[in-house]
C-alpha cells in the first residue's frame, strides 16, 4: 500500500554534504502521509532525524542548521539535505511514512519513529575525517 525506495547515500568527509531522496508509490502516496527520515548507528538506538506531518517540520536539536527536509507532492519524493556533515551523523539512514500518524512532529522524532508503519531499505551515510 506505500513503497519507500531511499538513495542519495555515500561516503563523504567532515564538513561535506549530501542529499538523500525517498520515493513513495502506492495507495498511500499523497500529499497528507506523514513522512520522514530516521537514522541507526551501530549499537544505538534509532532515532529520528527530520519529520514532516501536518505540514509542520520537525528536527532533531542535533542536525538543525545542518540538515533541511524537503518534499516535492508532485513527485511523492521526500529529500533530506545534509550539510556540515560530522563525524557523529554516520549511520544508516531510513526513510518511514505513515498515512494515519496523528502524534505531532517531536513525538515522531523523540521516538524514533515508533509510530510510522511503513519503512524504506535504509541507505547508508558514512563520514570520514
Known amino acids: 500500500q506505500l513503497q519507500l525506495e531511499e538513495s542519495g547515500g555515500g561516503s563523504v568527509e567532515a564538513g561535506g554534504s549530501l542529499r538523500l531522496s525517498c520515493r513513495a508509490s502506492?495507495?498511500?502516496?499523497?500529499?497528507?502521509?506523514?513522512m520522514g527520515w530516521f537514522r541507526q548507528a551501530p549499537g544505538k538506538r534509532r532515532e529520528g532525524v527530520a519529520v514532516?506531518?501536518?505540514?509542520?517540520?520537525t528536527y532533531a536539536d542535533s542536525v538543525k542548521g545542518r540538515f533541511t527536509v524537503s518534499r516535492d507532492n508532485a513527485e511523492n519524493t521526500l529529500y533530506l539535505q545534509m550539510d556540515s556533515l560530522k563525524l557523529e551523523d554516520t549511520a544508516m539512514y531510513y526513510c518511514?511514512?505513515?498515512?494515519?500518524?496523528?502524534?505531532?512532529?517531536?513525538?515522531?522524532?523523540?521516538?524514533?519513529?515508533?509510530?510510522?508503519?511503513?519503512w524504506g531499505q535504509g541507505t547508508q551515510v558514512t563520514v570520514s575525517s
Open positions: 514532516i506531518t501536518d505540514d509542520t517540520t
Open positions: 502506492g495507495k498511500y502516496a499523497n500529499p497528507s502521509t506523514s
Open positions: 518511514a511514512a505513515d498515512p494515519y500518524y496523528s502524534s505531532g512532529g517531536a513525538f515522531a522524532v523523540s521516538s524514533g519513529g515508533s509510530d510510522f508503519g511503513y
